[in-house]
C-alpha cells in the first residue's frame, strides 16, 4: 500500500468516526393503525327524518390513525348524515385523545345517507328545554359511536403498522353523478333540481353536467401487503331513501362489497358533492341502489388498477389545518329562530329546523369557526373541508394544483349546511335557498382563500 492509498483508509475511517451513526440510519417509518365499529341505530332511534324500523345493511365508523412526526392523524368516516357544532367537538376530542394527538389533528366526515343519523348535540341541547330533542336526535347512541370509536382508535394507534409504500390511482365512475342545478337556456337560473331520484324523464334527459367523474384512491401498503386504501367521490350518496331501514345506500354498499371481495380495509369519503345527485341516472327504483353501487365499485376496481406505488416514510407526511370564519346568512334572525323553536304550534320537523339553524346562527355570532385541513402525503394531497360543499371548489383544488394528487371529503362540520359558489345564491334552487345553506354568497373567496392556503407549501 502506498502512502496515498494509506492517507486515504486513515481518512475514510476518521470520517465513520466521527460521524453520527444517525446519519446512516434509514428515515423513521410512517406507521398506519385502522379502526372499524357498528354505528347503526336501534330500532325507535330516529334517523334524519323517521324512526329506525330496521337495519337494511349495516353502518360503519371507520378509518385510519395515521402516525409520523408532529403526532398522530385521525381520518374517520361515519355512514351518517351529519355530524355538526358540539357534536364534531366531542367527536374529535374524544378520538384526539385516544390517539395521543390533539383535535385539531383530527377530522370526522359522514357520508351524507339519509336513512341514517344526525348528530348534532348543541341543537340537541336546544331542542331539550322544550322536551322535543329525542325525537329528532339519539345523544346517547352518538356518545355511544364516540365511545367505542375512540376505544377503537387507541387500539389501532398500539397496533399500528409500518407503511413503506403509499399508492395513488384514479378511475372514471360512469353513469352515477349528474349535476342537480339544471340551468335555463339563459344559463343564469336554476330552471330544474334534478334531485336524487328524478321521475320526469324530461328532467334525467337533460345534460350531466358539470360534475368531477374521478374516483380518487389512495392506498397504503406494508412492503407488497396492502394495509388500508381511502376512496374520494363526489356525489349525493341517495338512491331513495325514507324507507325507516337504516342503509348506507350505494356508496356504502359499493364500499362493503369491495372491503369483502378483497379483503383490504376500504374507508369512503364523500366529495365535494353538494350539486352533485344520482338523479340523471336514478328514477328511485330500488333496483337502482345496486346498479349504481356497482358503478361506483367498478371506479374503484379502475382506481386500483391505475394505482402506481412509491416509497414513503414519516417525513412525507405533514398536516395543516386552519380555522375559517364563513359568512353566516344574513337573513337568519337568532330571535326569530328560537321563537319557531319554542312555538308549540309548529310542526315539530319546523322546530327541529330552526334548533340547527340557531345553533350555526349563535356560533357564528360568538366569533367560532369552522376547520379545514390538508394531509400532505407523497405526491397526495387530501383536503378535508366542512359543509355541503359545492364540486366547483374540488375541480377548484385540483386546478390549483395540477402537478399533484389531489382529493377532497366534504361533509366534514355540517353545521353550515349547503355551501354553493357565489354566482349559485343569484340562480336560485334548493341548495342555495335560505334555511338550506346557512351562508352568505361571499363565502366562495372565504373557502376558495382556505383552499388555496391549505395547498399552499
Not at 408532529?70 to 357544532?85: E, K, M, R, S, T
Not at 330544474?192 to 321521475?199: C, E, G, L, M, P
Not at 337504516?246 to 376500504?266: K, L, M, W
Not at 336560485?428 to 395547498?455: C, F, K, N, R, W
Request: proline letters at 6%.
Amino acid at each position: 500500500m502506498n502512502r496515498w492509498s494509506f492517507g486515504l483508509v486513515l481518512a475514510t475511517v476518521s470520517l465513520l468516526v466521527s460521524t453520527p451513526a444517525a446519519a446512516f440510519a434509514s428515515p423513521p417509518a410512517l406507521k398506519a393503525g385502522v379502526f372499524a365499529v357498528d354505528a347503526t341505530p336501534a330500532v325507535g332511534s330516529p334517523l334524519a327524518y323517521d324512526p329506525t324500523k330496521g337495519s337494511a345493511h349495516p353502518l360503519s365508523c371507520k378509518g385510519v390513525v395515521l402516525i409520523a412526526e408532529g403526532g398522530p392523524v385521525v381520518l374517520c368516516a361515519i355512514d351518517w348524515i351529519g355530524v355538526a357544532n358540539d357534536g364534531q367537538r366531542e367527536f374529535r376530542r374524544s378520538l384526539a385523545t385516544a390517539a395521543g394527538t390533539t383535535p385539531d389533528r383530527v377530522v370526522v366526515h359522514a357520508l351524507h345517507q339519509h336513512d341514517a343519523p344526525a348528530c348534532d348535540f348543541t341543537a340537541d341541547a336546544i331542542l331539550a328545554e322544550q322536551g322535543i330533542n329525542q325525537d329528532y336526535f339519539d345523544a346517547a347512541l352518538a356518545r355511544d359511536v364516540i365511545a367505542r370509536t375512540a376505544d377503537a382508535v387507541k387500539k389501532a394507534t398500539a397496533e399500528a403498522r409500518p407503511i413503506s409504500h403509499v399508492g395513488l390511482g384514479a378511475g372514471v365512475v360512469e353513469k352515477v353523478a349528474s349535476n342537480r342545478r339544471v340551468l335555463d337556456a339563459s344559463g343564469k337560473k336554476v330552471e330544474h333540481v334534478r334531485y336524487s331520484a328524478t321521475t320526469d324523464p324530461k328532467v334525467r334527459d337533460k345534460p350531466e353536467g358539470l360534475i368531477d367523474p374521478l374516483l380518487k384512491m389512495v392506498s397504503l401498503w406494508e412492503g407488497d401487503k396492502p394495509v388500508a386504501v381511502l376512496t374520494f367521490y363526489a356525489t349525493h350518496p341517495q338512491s331513495y331513501y325514507r324507507t325507516g331501514l337504516s342503509n348506507p345506500d350505494f356508496p356504502g354498499i359499493a364500499r362493503d362489497q369491495r372491503q369483502e371481495a378483497t379483503g383490504v380495509f376500504h374507508v369512503h369519503f364523500d366529495g365535494a358533492g353538494g350539486n352533485i345527485t344520482a338523479g340523471k341516472y336514478n328514477d328511485g327504483s330500488p333496483a337502482n341502489r345496486q346498479v349504481l353501487a356497482d358503478r361506483v365499485a367498478e371506479g374503484m376496481n379502475k382506481a386500483w388498477a391505475a394505482t402506481v406505488k412509491s416509497p414513503v416514510s414519516a417525513a412525507d407526511l405533514a398536516w395543516k389545518t386552519i380555522a375559517i370564519k364563513l359568512p353566516v346568512d344574513p337573513k337568519l334572525d337568532a330571535t326569530k329562530l328560537a321563537a319557531v323553536v319554542a312555538d308549540k304550534t309548529q310542526p315539530g320537523r319546523e322546530r327541529c329546523k330552526a334548533a340547527c339553524e340557531l345553533a350555526w346562527v349563535r356560533r357564528c355570532q360568538a366569533g367560532d369557526a369552522v376547520d379545514a385541513s390538508c394531509l400532505k402525503l407523497g405526491a397526495a394531497r387530501l383536503l378535508l373541508m366542512p359543509g355541503e360543499l359545492f364540486v366547483e371548489y374540488q375541480l377548484a383544488a385540483q386546478k390549483f394544483k395540477p402537478d399533484l394528487f389531489v382529493a377532497m371529503a366534504a361533509y366534514g362540520d355540517y353545521g353550515p349546511g349547503y355551501i354553493g359558489t357565489e354566482a349559485a345564491y343569484s340562480q336560485g334552487g334548493y341548495e342555495t335557498s335560505h334555511h338550506v345553506s346557512l351562508v352568505a354568497p361571499t363565502v366562495e373567496g372565504v373557502v376558495m382563500d382556505a383552499i388555496q392556503t391549505l395547498l399552499r407549501d
